[in-house]
């Protein structure tokens, strides 16, 4: 019995030693990992690292053809040029233009045609759209036959000046006794220029008969419309 507080004190020893052991690998796991494939001695701390910001993206450029602006329409579009059917109720004779073949007075056609003191004035089909006044707006020239009382049948050229879109009558032209008009270009790049084919005869050939068909440039010179040359083919009706 002698022995006992001896083997106390050993077996006393050995727990307090059992437990500074296992205090120490717990330790050692607190400390040393961090998951699976983490490196030994290290903290456990994730590997991953946190999500970086976007960059911020730079305002996109609009194209040129979005960024450009309308254009915006011209001062004289083709909408504002004169037409011919605008002709068939225009005034064709004021104190700013006579005819060579009309009586006098205003005179204004109303669906094509004017009628007084035994004269009739009739619109014809031939006409021509274009700048022959020497201003950006496309005028109109066109045809017109005077008939009086007796056998006459007089044929003309009119030119309507364009003002703001209305037709204005502004210079004229007789070709005379029985001499239809064929046609009418008033496109020439040549200002003020005209061209008009019609049928006529020679100075010695009875009015009755047509002989020649003429083709001849007029030049517009308000009030007047005069002819600058001409060139003559044989005419057989």
């Known amino acids: 019995m002698e022995n006992k507080p001896g083997?106390?004190?050993?077996?006393?020893?050995?727990?307090?030693?059992?437990?500074a052991l296992a205090s120490v690998a717990v330790g050692c796991q607190d400390t040393g990992g961090g998951g699976e494939g983490s490196a030994p001695g290290k903290p456990g701390a994730s590997s991953k690292k946190p999500p970086s910001s976007a960059p911020s993206k730079k305002p996109v450029k609009p194209s040129p053809s979005e960024s450009k602006k309308p254009e915006k329409p011209g001062k004289d579009s083709p909408a504002d040029a004169l037409t011919c059917d605008q002709l068939r109720n225009a005034p064709l004779q004021g104190p700013s233009l006579r005819l060579p073949d009309a009586p006098e007075g205003a005179i204004a056609f109303t669906d094509g045609r004017w009628e007084g003191d035994g004269v009739v004035i009739e619109l014809q089909p031939q006409c021509g759209i274009g700048d022959v006044?020497?201003?950006?707006?496309?005028?109109?020239?066109?045809a017109i036959k005077v008939t009086t009382g007796g056998t006459g049948r007089f044929y003309g050229l009119v030119t309507w000046r364009n003002e703001a879109g209305a037709p204005?009558?502004?210079?004229?032209?007789?070709?005379?006794?029985?001499?239809?008009?064929?046609?009418?270009?008033?496109?020439?790049?040549?200002?003020?220029?005209?061209?008009?084919?019609?049928?006529?005869?020679?100075?010695a050939e009875p009015a009755a008969v047509v002989t020649i068909r003429r083709t001849a440039v007029y030049r517009v010179m308000e009030p007047a419309m005069t002819e600058l040359r001409h060139s003559d083919a044989p005419y057989t009706p």
Request: glycine letters at 6%.
């Open 133 to 142: 006044t020497g201003d950006p707006a496309a005028d109109a020239v066109a």
């Open 7 to 19: 083997r106390r004190t050993a077996r006393a020893k050995l727990l307090v030693a059992a437990l």
């Open 168 to 203: 204005v009558p502004a210079a004229a032209a007789s070709l005379g006794d029985r001499t239809p008009v064929v046609s009418i270009d008033a496109s020439s790049p040549a200002a003020r220029q005209v061209t008009v084919v019609h049928l006529t005869r020679g100075d």
